[in-house]
């Protein structure tokens, strides 16, 4: 695998080949016209729809909520670049440096692996009232389920699972949500932000069964059933697994997604972006592979950067995610620590601070947008002292969790 030193010089003719038309797809598609490369690029989607916004799917439940669109087709077209929806890619030829989709093979210089993930799933198929929530199709049909009424079962208590009970309850739904873990959001916050998150749902009415064995999602036409708890439809989101199938006999290392170098290179002019890439983080020094829209982004724009340069430089990132549930804005910046601390900021909101050695590695904060804000940029680069961070986001009230 290469290095992540510099590359090859590249010419302005050389056919770029993205496959997967999300947001890390379209970002790299439109930041390599705005990097000034006047070769082909060719958009590649299993979906044969207009490139739209995955995220806000689960906020959007409301009647007149529509699809957000990405960008519309007449723009990509309008800058020259090809988008074929529907037409999935299947295989990779490295050796004849092929794509291999559903309608025929198309050739690059550069290929872009933007495939994203898929929803993991549960050992036995849905039922009839039931969805998984990752296409505009399941989005479609959980809004019909929300406008019909009655209640919701969520299994899963992560982002995705508490923004649809969220915006289903908001509806007038009676919303049931279901974890294996003790806590909601095991692997998006603190634990001491977790619960502050948990009593939000349970004030407005939102019924959490947590740490319970592992749910099965039974029904018929009429409705769903989960661990016991009968509701008019379900929907499931137990995590997501990266969809890299089509790349298996490739010969690129795969292991939790495409393994890249620190510049998200898999290989000679082969690259991955997004939910799919598992690239060595220059932040970190280590594999990381991070299922967040900002890093979708920045994924995008800086392959797009890579490629028009034809050098591939190092891609170190500080995670950052965010939530809209109930009205509230959570937000996470870094990572996990050994021990939390509770601060108030300013304003009261509670802020989290997690910490190693006496350094901050993450802040998380409820309703506090400039903290975050400010977090962000004071952990830029380095992982701060915690009376250094106090300091600098006037955060008061220390109280060690754990």
Not at 2 to 27: F, L, N, Q
Not at 48 to 76: F, H, I, Q
Not at 353 to 377: F, N, P, Y
Not at 396 to 401: H, I
Request: charged content about 25%.
């Amino acid at each position: 695998m290469p290095d992540g030193g510099a590359g090859s010089a590249r010419t302005s003719t050389r056919t770029v080949v993205i496959v997967g038309a999300s947001v890390a797809g379209v970002r790299c598609a439109t930041a390599l016209r705005d990097a000034g490369h006047d070769g082909r690029i060719v958009l590649l989607d299993a979906e044969d729809e207009t490139p739209y916004d995955k995220p806000p799917l689960s906020k959007n439940l409301a009647p007149d909520d529509g699809v957000p669109l990405l960008v519309e087709r007449g723009v990509l077209g309008a800058r020259g670049i090809e988008f074929h929806g529907g037409r999935p890619a299947v295989g990779l030829d490295l050796s004849r440096r092929v794509v291999e989709t559903s309608d025929g093979v198309i050739a690059f210089d550069d290929l872009v692996i933007a495939s994203g993930c898929r929803p993991r799933r549960l050992p036995a198929p849905l039922p009839p009232r039931a969805t998984y929530v990752r296409t505009k199709d399941d989005w479609a049909r959980l809004r019909e389920a929300v406008a019909r009424g009655g209640r919701l079962l969520v299994v899963g208590a992560g982002f995705l699972g508490l923004e649809t009970a969220a915006a289903a309850r908001r509806q007038g739904m009676q919303v049931t949500v279901f974890d294996v873990a003790p806590q909601v959001l095991r692997r998006g916050v603190p634990a001491s932000a977790a619960e502050i998150i948990a009593a939000g749902h349970r004030e407005e009415g939102v019924e959490l069964r947590l740490g319970i064995s592992s749910p099965t999602v039974d029904g018929d036409a009429g409705g769903a059933v989960v661990d016991g708890v009968a509701g008019d439809f379900a929907i499931v989101s137990i995590g997501a697994v990266p969809a890299v199938d089509w790349l298996a006999g490739s010969g690129l290392a795969l292991d939790d997604g495409v393994v890249c170098d620190s510049g998200l290179r898999a290989g000679e002019g082969i690259w991955a972006i997004g939910d799919c890439a598992r690239w060595h983080n220059a932040r970190y020094g280590e594999l990381r592979r991070t299922e967040h829209w900002t890093t979708a982004t920045q994924h995008g724009r800086h392959v797009a950067g890579s490629i028009a340069a034809g050098t591939a430089t190092p891609f170190g990132e500080l995670p950052y995610v965010w939530s809209d549930q109930f009205g509230r804005r959570i937000q996470t910046v870094g990572v996990g620590g050994d021990e939390e601390i509770t601060c108030r900021a300013p304003d009261g909101a509670p802020v989290v601070l997690s910490v190693r050695d006496d350094l901050v590695t993450g802040v998380t904060t409820i309703d506090a947008q400039a903290v975050c804000l400010k977090a962000r940029l004071l952990l830029r680069d380095e992982d701060r002292r915690v009376d250094e961070v106090r300091g600098a986001l006037g955060l008061g009230g220390l109280a060690p969790v754990r």
